[in-house]
């Protein structure tokens, strides 16, 4: 059955985005010509998704309301319904994705971090969807050193197979280079069955005293519940000055290329 709801945690605080962020909340920093948390919504969109959760924190709710909503539907949007959920605290990913579960009820569910946006042509939710049959499912991208205290990583509970998949079976959350299982990390693209609500409603705070989404994965990897993607290429990181930069180049180049004056 197809995945028909994505949600989209937008609550963070863009702590390194500021000053940018001191008002406008991080999802709708503009990157060439629309807001972050838009090319989330569009790449659910473009994957089959007809209805948005967008997890925002109390100040953000009604912008991206209005942002979608306002004015007439965007183009491409049309059949999408948004939802927002305010997260009324801050307290961490995996809590954000919790505060969802109420929208999503017993269905399947793509999570987009909206940090990351897919680069051109690089869309990966159809390959996780492919790679879950019926369980849940990660995208995953092997890592430098220096990435694996920025990330999740996985343990492998299988080697990669010749379609780019293996079967995870645990994470840690920013292990660093000493403490990591693999340099398999995750990229903020998953697809969970909505077994993971009662799973988070138990967790206890892990790393940073957050409620961590990474922790979840763990406890899904430990009972065969979980499979990876091994993504092509990496995301674009809008989080940060630099990976915006980075972001509005390829992005811009694209939008040049394909809709020419
Ligand atoms: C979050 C997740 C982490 C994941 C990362 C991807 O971390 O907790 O597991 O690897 O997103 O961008 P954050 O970037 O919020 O620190």
Aim: hydrophobic content about 45%; aromatic content about 4%; proline content about 5%.
């Amino acid at each position: 059955m197809s995945v028909e709801v994505a949600v989209i945690p937008a609550a963070g605080r863009g702590t390194r985005m500021r000053p940018a962020t001191r008002v406008v909340p991080k999802a709708l920093i503009t990157v060439v010509d629309r807001p972050a948390i838009q090319y989330a919504v569009e790449e659910a969109a473009r994957a089959g998704a007809t209805e948005a959760v967008i997890v925002v924190d109390l100040d953000a709710g009604h912008l991206v309301q209005q942002h979608f909503l306002s004015g007439g539907r965007l183009p491409g949007l049309e059949h999408v319904k948004i939802r927002p959920v305010v997260q009324e605290e801050a307290l961490g990913l995996g809590h954000a994705v919790r505060e969802a579960a109420e929208a999503v009820g017993d269905r399947s569910f793509f999570c987009l971090l909206a940090d990351n946006i897919v680069r051109p042509g690089h869309d990966v939710l159809g390959s996780l969807e492919a790679a879950a049959d019926g369980l849940s499912a990660v995208c995953l991208r092997r890592l430098e050193d220096d990435f694996l205290s920025r990330y999740g990583v996985i343990v492998p509970g299988s080697a990669e197979r010749a379609d780019s998949t293996l079967d995870v079976a645990g994470a840690v959350e920013k292990p660093g280079p000493e403490n990591a299982p693999s340099r398999l990390g995750l990229i903020g693209r998953y697809l969970f069955t909505a077994e993971i609500f009662e799973i988070l409603a138990r967790l206890k705070p892990g790393v940073g005293g957050e409620i961590q989404l990474t922790d979840a994965i763990d406890d899904l990897g430990r009972r065969g519940r979980c499979r990876g993607f091994v993504a092509a290429v990496d995301l674009l990181d809008v989080g940060t000055p630099e990976g915006l930069i980075e972001a509005t180049a390829v992005l811009g180049e694209n939008r040049a290329a394909s809709e020419p004056e």
